[in-house]
């Protein structure tokens, strides 16, 4: 499973958004960071479950 974080930096008043330790962007609000964080992993999951097919 990947590993989701998201940090609110008071400064820009984003939130940071982490996926496996990795920083993947910035978003206004937490549920936006949240709702994008979930779409991305569902997008590797997809095509991790792809190329898994075509390799069989």
Do not use: N
């Not at 974080?5 to 960071?33: C, H, K, N, S, W």
């Amino acid at each position: 499973m990947h590993e989701k974080t998201i940090i609110y930096d008071p400064e820009t008043r984003d939130f940071a958004m982490y996926l496996d330790g990795e920083l993947v962007g910035f978003a206004r609000t937490y549920q936006e960071a949240e709702a994008t964080l979930d779409e991305l992993v569902s997008e590797l999951l997809y095509e991790q479950a792809r190329l898994h097919r075509e390799a069989a």
